[in-house]
C-alpha cells in the first residue's frame, strides 16, 4: 500500500485549463472523496494519478516514487470506471482473476484468493455466470472485486455507484465503507453526490472550475465551510443562502431586518457593504411566540414521514426572483401553501459571505 501525493499539478487541453494547481496527500490507507459538480476536473485528476492521462505540469507521487513518467501499468493501482466494463465473455470467476492471470500469480493461489474477495461482496454464488446474467448492482460488485483482487497499491473508483438504483446505491455504499475498513487499501474515490462524499470519506476534497475549495473531514467542512459554493454544495437540503446588506449593527434582507449575532460586532464590514447569508435549514424554526427573525410565505410542504421540509419566500421582495428559505420541522408541523410564517434562526448559526468573491467573512475562524 502507499500513500498518494500530488504536488501543483496542472492539465491543460489546448487552450483550456481543466485542473490547476492541485495540491494533496491521502496518507496510507485513507479514503478521500473528491467531490464537485459536473466539470470541475474531477475525473481527470483519477485518471492523471493512474497514469492515463499525462500532467502538464507538476509532481505526482505513489509511495516515494515521482511517476509522472511512469506508464499506468507499472504504477500498481486499480481503477473502476463508471461504466464498469466487465468481460462479456468471461464467467464472474474468470473476471474477477482476470488481473491476477496477468500478473503471473501462481495458479494455485488464485482460486481461494478471489473466493474470498467474491465471499465479502456477496458474490460468491454467481461465479460461473457471464455478466448479461447479473443485475447492474451484481456488474457493479464484480467490477469491484475484480479491482480489489488485484491487491493494488491504491484505489481509484470514479462514481461507481452512478448506475445504480437508489435502495442499491445505499446498500453498495455502506458495503464499500465495509470493504474499505476490512482491506485499508488507499483509495481515492469520485463523486458528485454529497452524500457519498459525507458518509465515505476520511477526508474530502471540494473542487469547483479545476481549483481545490476546501480539504477537511466531512463534519468540519459541513461546519465551516470555506465560501459559498461549499457551503452550498455539502447539505441536503442545501444551507439558505440569502442576499442581504449590512447597516446598523442589523443586516437588512429585502424589506425586514435580521441582528447580527452577538458575537459579530467586531467586526467591521464597510457600511451597507453586500453580504450573502448562510443559514442551514435544521437552523431555523417556525417561531412559537411573539418575537421572530423573518417573514415567509410557505409555497411548498414536503412531509417526508420523520420529518417536515417547508418552503417558503420572502414577502415583498424588491426583487424579480423572490428569496427561497427551507427550513425542516417535526412531521406534525403541516402549515398551508399560502400561509405567512414567521421563522426564528439560531444565529449562532449564521455564516456570512462576501456577496462578491464568495469568502466566508464569519465566523471568522
Ligand atoms: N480529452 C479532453 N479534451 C479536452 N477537454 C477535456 C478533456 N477531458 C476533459 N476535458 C475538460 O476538462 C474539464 C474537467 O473534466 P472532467 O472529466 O475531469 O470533469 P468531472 O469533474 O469528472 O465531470 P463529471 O462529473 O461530469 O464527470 C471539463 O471542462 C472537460 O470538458
Ligand atoms: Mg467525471
Given at each position: 500500500m502507499a500513500n498518494v501525493r500530488l504536488e501543483e499539478i496542472t492539465r491543460r487541453f489546448g487552450g483550456s485549463t481543466a485542473i490547476k494547481d492541485i495540491s494533496f496527500e491521502v496518507p496510507d490507507g485513507q479514503f478521500w472523496v473528491l467531490v464537485g459538480p459536473s466539470g470541475c476536473g474531477k475525473s481527470t485528476i483519477l485518471r492523471t494519478i493512474a497514469g492515463l492521462e499525462p500532467v502538464t505540469q507538476g509532481k505526482l507521487y505513489i509511495g516515494d516514487t515521482l511517476v509522472n513518467q511512469v506508464p499506468a501499468r507499472q504504477r500498481d493501482v486499480a481503477m473502476v470506471f463508471q461504466?464498469?466494463?466487465?468481460?462479456?465473455?468471461?464467467t464472474v470467476a474468470q473476471n474477477l482473476a482476470f488481473g491476477l492471470r496477468m500478473r503471473q500469480v501462481d495458479p494455485s493461489k488464485i482460486q481461494g484468493q478471489i473466493e474470498t474477495v467474491a465471499r465479502s461482496l456477496d458474490i460468491a454464488h454467481l461465479m460461473d455466470r457471464k455478466p448479461r446474467q447479473l443485475s447492474g448492482g451484481q456488474q457493479q460488485r464484480v467490477a469491484l472485486g475484480r479491482a480489489i483482487a488485484r491487491k493494488p497499491r491504491v484505489f481509484l473508483l470514479d462514481?461507481?455507484?452512478?448506475?445504480?438504483d437508489a435502495q442499491l446505491r445505499d446498500d453498495t455504499r455502506a458495503e464499500l465503507k465495509q470493504l474499505h475498513q476490512n482491506f485499508g487499501i488507499t483509495t481515492v474515490y469520485v463523486t458528485h453526490d454529497q452524500v457519498e462524499a459525507m458518509t465515505l470519506a476520511d477526508q474530502i476534497v471540494v473542487l469547483n472550475k479545476g481549483q481545490i475549495q476546501q480539504i477537511g473531514e466531512p463534519q468540519a467542512i459541513y461546519a465551516r465551510p470555506a465560501n459559498k459554493m461549499v457551503a452550498a454544495f455539502l447539505g441536503s437540503p442545501p444551507m439558505n443562502l440569502l442576499e442581504a446588506r449590512l447597516d446598523d449593527q442589523q443586516f437588512w434582507v429585502d424589506q425586514q431586518t435580521l441582528p447580527c449575532p452577538a458575537t459579530m460586532q467586531p467586526i467591521k464590514l464597510p457600511k451597507s457593504q453586500r453580504v450573502s447569508l448562510g443559514i442551514r435549514p435544521e437552523h431555523v424554526q417556525i417561531a412559537s411566540g411573539e418575537k421572530f427573525h423573518l417573514q415567509v410565505d410557505v409555497t411548498v410542504v414536503e412531509p417526508l414521514g420523520r420529518e417536515t421540509l417547508i418552503r417558503g419566500i420572502l414577502p415583498e421582495g424588491d426583487r424579480t426572483a423572490p428569496q427561497v428559505i427551507n427550513l425542516q420541522t417535526g412531521p406534525t408541523v403541516n402549515p398551508k401553501p399560502g400561509e405567512r410564517l414567521p421563522l426564528q434562526f439560531n444565529l449562532d448559526r449564521l455564516f456570512v459571505f462576501d456577496s462578491i468573491t464568495g469568502e466566508r467573512l464569519y465566523p471568522f475562524e
Open positions: 461504466n464498469y466494463a466487465l468481460y462479456p465473455h468471461m462514481e461507481p455507484l452512478s448506475n445504480l
